[in-house]
């Protein structure tokens, strides 16, 4: 799975993307997040307020509870405004 990450979210964490292979036992957007922050304290502070994050699921808005079976690409993102 490819993970990409934009604007703050990418700054926090130092890097444009990553590719993860989370387990069986992941099934959602939230859960995604819980486990990429277990054991890294960079990832798990931009994670932290989930109100200030958002979701794409193969280009497609999602909220964080969102099911990730058969998703190749999550995006994480701030909140957008437009104007």
Not at 33 to 55: E, H, S
Not at 56 to 78: T, W
Request: avoid cysteine.
């Amino acid at each position: 799975m490819r993970v990409l990450y934009f604007a703050w979210v990418r700054e926090r964490i130092g890097r444009d993307e990553d590719r993860l292979d989370p387990p069986p036992a992941v099934t959602t957007v939230a859960g995604l997040l819980d486990w990429m922050g277990r054991d890294d304290p960079v990832r798990a502070g931009a994670f932290a307020d989930r109100t200030r994050l958002r979701a794409a699921a193969d280009g497609r808005f999602v909220p964080l509870d969102a099911p990730i079976a058969g998703v190749s690409e999550i995006a994480i993102f701030p909140p957008v405004t437009g104007g």
